[in-house]
């Protein structure tokens, strides 16, 4: 099993420039979620889907959109990037029911010049 | 708002020494994790704490929860160089909704 796989691994954006974030899990779990991770801050949750066909908001959603494809996919898109949004973004999976332990993908290091 | 704190932020120890790392959180929960993450790496699950009291070890890295003190620990035994890494507890309060994170350890083990 390849676990959380994201795509791609590093991208530059200059400011106003749209792009879209990959995630696929094949370990047949229910929810995924969207992070972004900034130096000294933790990760802050931006988007979640607890299951296939619903999207929630996290903690810091603007700027953001994202879309559960299917169970397996769930992308992230950035509409105009912003410096603001220069981060290393995880997508993470869990299983609904028992632990609720999250899978964490490999990360996007985004930086947005 | 549920606020996790996590003391110390940074940590510089010699190997063969013991530490513990503190994780208090402000809302009840009974789920409390713990991830390792290696410079330019992902997060690696390494322990999954679900009740009041509970206790796991793995090597030389031992954490446990008190619900009612919503407090978690994790301690570091005989310290080696292998440990150096950021740590991070995280806190569940809807049933997996969402993980609440501490802003981590950064943990450097020296000779």
């Known amino acids: 099993n390849a676990g959380v796989t994201q795509t791609p691994k590093f991208q530059v954006l200059k400011t106003g420039q749209s792009m879209t974030l990959q995630c696929a899990q094949d370990m047949n779990h229910n929810s995924m979620y969207w992070y972004r991770q900034d130096p000294g801050m933790g990760l802050r949750l931006i988007y979640y889907?607890?299951?296939?066909?619903?999207?929630d908001k996290g903690e810091v959603p603007n700027g953001y959109n994202v879309s559960r494809l299917n169970k397996r996919e769930f992308s992230l898109r950035l509409e105009s990037a912003a410096p603001s949004q220069t981060s290393v973004y995880f997508c993470a999976s869990s299983r609904r029911g028992g632990l609720y332990e999250q899978y964490f993908g490999p990360g996007t290091r985004l930086t947005v010049t | 708002e549920l606020k996790v704190e996590q003391n110390p932020l940074f940590l510089s120890m010699q190997e063969g020494k013991n530490y513990t790392i503190y994780c208090n959180y402000s809302t009840t929960s009974d789920r409390l994790y713990w991830y390792r993450q290696d410079p330019g790496k992902s997060l690696e699950s390494l322990f999954v704490l679900l009740s009041n009291g509970a206790v796991k070890q793995e090597g030389r890295l031992m954490a446990s929860l008190d619900t009612k003190a919503r407090l978690s620990t994790l301690h570091i035994t005989a310290a080696v160089h292998d440990l150096s890494a950021t740590y991070f507890c995280a806190v569940d309060i809807d049933s997996g909704y969402a993980l609440n994170f501490g802003k981590g350890t950064s943990l450097l083990v020296t000779p």
């Open positions: 889907s607890a299951s296939e066909g619903t999207t």
